[in-house]
């Protein structure tokens, strides 16, 4: 019987073997096996952008001296404009000639020629960017009939799919590059302007690549190729894409007629759950975020979080950290609620959270400051929620913040962001305080202003 089992055994490890052979492909069929397909139906839907950026030149550190003005010209020292050209990729997302692309290629362009496939071109502008998200959407100037690549649900993209990238790499012409997925919910990895939520890929992206598609293998767009991990500047197998759940909403918002993206206002402090804070709690494992902070006007504070909480989920979504909290709430939109679940003791409940834009409660008053103050081009305005979101200010910050320094305040040695908290000793509550004390004669002043966290006094003469 032993000896029975031991044959069959023998001729069945044979089979595999002889199975597993390597051999000429038998017929035409698999001779043309890859990935051509999927390539010739999704390639026309990726373009190229070339952008043309025009950058002021510094200033000569001369050009304001009044001796020097007088010696040379009014022309003398003036700063120089300089092009720079930016070559990228996009999308055509809609058949009328919405495309996405990278802000950072063509959020601050003053110039945009789009080049299809087929040598067609179409001028374009920017209607919605964000520089934060690196995002840019596109409007090409008659258009119509255009191919257009479909979005797939991101939040279905598992971990080992086979994955394409297709763009523009170093100007060379649409290439076609494959891998697979090798990460989803990155945060805080990627190099350039982005910041947020990434899926993460090896299938290699190189410069030029910005903004080109991530698809899958049935011809889907997944992502957005944005930016890599590499020391030399080429490809090392780590790239990250920007998820087609955020394109979609900045598509959604670019089409309502949004001039800027719109995100939820959480009015919240989160941190990432360590090992040593799950530890401090008694937690098994480190999961969720920890509310740190709550704005008086949040509206989770509203909905029933503390501070204390710990958020695990955002509409049956885990959430492991502040940016992924901020990419479910914002592909969720404004106007809507969001169903957070919350570990709070030994309990899980689940609240209902309005998506709100940032308030402008109280108003911000922001003023710029005239030819009859000591710093005329100084833009401030009175401290609300919807500055502390566009600014990154602190939630519990109060006050007057520079908005823009302009060219006196600049010299001076303040910045966008800078919080004024007293001027010759005078404390700043509202702008008009500022316009007081700066309009009033004197040949002194002291500025206590608030800049990360830390008090800096800047004095100088008048």
Partial sequence: MMRKIACSLVLLLGAFSAAAETRV?????????????????????????YAKIVRQGRANPFFSDPFFQDFFGGGFGAPQPRVQNSLGSGVILTHDGYVVSNYHVVGTATEIRVVTTDRREFSAEVVLGDQES??????????????????RDS???EVGELALAIGNPFGVGQTVSSGIISGLARTGTATGNARGYFIQTDAPI????????LIDVNGDLIGINTSILSRSGGSNGIGFAIPANLVAEFLRQAQAGNDSFVTPWAGMAGQHM???????????????????????????????????????????????????????????????????????GEEQPEIDVALIEAPETPPAEETTLDEDTVMPGLTVARVNPALIARMGLLLSQTGVVVVDPGPYGGRSGLRAGDVLKAINGEVMERSGDVVSVLTEPGRRLQMDVLRGGQVVSLRFRL
Avoid: C, Y
């Fill in 25 to 49: 492909p038998q017929s035409q069929s698999e001779i043309s096996l890859g990935f051509a397909p999927v390539v010739k139906q999704a390639s026309p839907a990726v373009v190229n952008i």
């Fill in 134 to 151: 690196d995002i840019a959407i596109l409007r090409l100037n008659a258009a119509e009939g255009l191919p257009s690549l479909n979005m």
């Fill in 155 to 157: 939040d279905h993209v």
């Fill in 206 to 213: 190189n410069p030029g690549n910005s903004g080109g598609a």
């Fill in 274 to 344: 360590s090992a040593d804070i799950a530890e401090s709690l008694g937690l098994a494992l480190p999961l969720g975020v920890v509310v740190s902070d709550l704005h008086d006007l949040s509206p989770l504070a509203e909905a029933g979080l503390k501070v204390g909480d710990i958020i695990t989920h955002v509409d049956g979504d885990e959430v492991n950290s502040p940016a992924e909290m901020k990419f479910r709430m914002s592909i969720a939109g404004v106007g809507g609620t969001s169903r957070l679940t919350l570990l709070r």
